[in-house]
């Protein structure tokens, strides 16, 4: 009784400080999905990575905030007050989650598990041989609660995601991970700056003061890979 009673403390104080949240709130008011959006933005306006034009790829997207303010940068004009713009898109967006998610107009969106080589398939087709500009993951696994086990699979998605960034990104891209500070932490920061030329780690302001995640930037590929975009559209995966 005692545990279902801490429990119930611990939802409700939860609750509360989810509502009484000012990002929560400008949510509602702006029509975003989530407060995430706004995690986004502020690594967005630090680093003046996404910009009208260009192709970006969403990984882990659901349920669709982040994919809502590249929807909005890239139709500025048509941004009114929702999170998602309507209208012409100046730019292409490929999302993709292991859940669904509800459609935001002009993305594309595929759902699978970013772990299965079929699913890389299709993001590969999806992307059809065009250099990406940026690549944003919002990834997390479920997490057991188990430090070791936890920092693996964390590791595994972003090992995941920098290979798939090697392969699609143009030389001068940027890669925006979210990791968690702890077991493992130093070794994706290090993972990052054999990779990247400049390597920034960020904790925005919406991210809550308890959570442990934090965003890493990378920008300006080392090794940009031989075949490209190209030789992802015909199956190669890099390095891999």
Request: no cysteine; aromatic share 8%.
């Amino acid at each position: 009784m005692k545990i279902k009673t801490k429990s119930k403390k611990l939802n409700k104080a939860w609750l509360q400080d989810h509502l009484s949240d000012p990002y929560v709130k400008m949510a509602q008011r702006e029509g975003y999905r989530a407060r995430a959006a706004y995690k986004l933005k502020e690594i967005d306006e630090a680093f003046q990575l996404i910009k009208p034009g260009q192709v970006v790829v969403d990984l882990g997207s659901v349920p669709g905030a982040w994919s809502q303010y590249l929807r909005r940068r890239f139709a500025p004009k048509n941004a009114g007050a929702g999170g998602a713009a309507v209208g012409e898109l100046d730019g292409t967006i490929i999302a993709l989650d292991i859940l669904p998610m509800e459609p935001i107009e002009g993305v594309h969106f595929i759902q699978g598990d970013f772990r299965e080589d079929e699913v890389l398939q299709t993001l590969h087709e999806a992307v059809g041989g065009r250099p990406v500009d940026v690549v944003v993951s919002d990834m997390a696994p479920n997490l057991s609660g188990i430090e070791s086990s936890d920092a693996a699979r964390i590791e595994h998605l972003i090992e995941l995601a920098l290979e798939f960034s090697q392969t699609h990104l143009k030389p001068g891209g940027a890669l925006v991970a979210k990791v968690f500070h702890g077991s493992g932490y130093s070794q994706l920061v290090e993972r990052f700056k054999k990779t990247f030329r400049v390597v920034k780690p960020v904790k925005p302001k919406a991210s809550r003061d308890k959570s442990a995640e934090t965003f890493l930037v990378g920008i300006g590929l080392k090794f940009p890979s031989p075949g490209g975009a190209d030789a992802a559209s015909n199956g190669q995966t890099g390095s891999n």
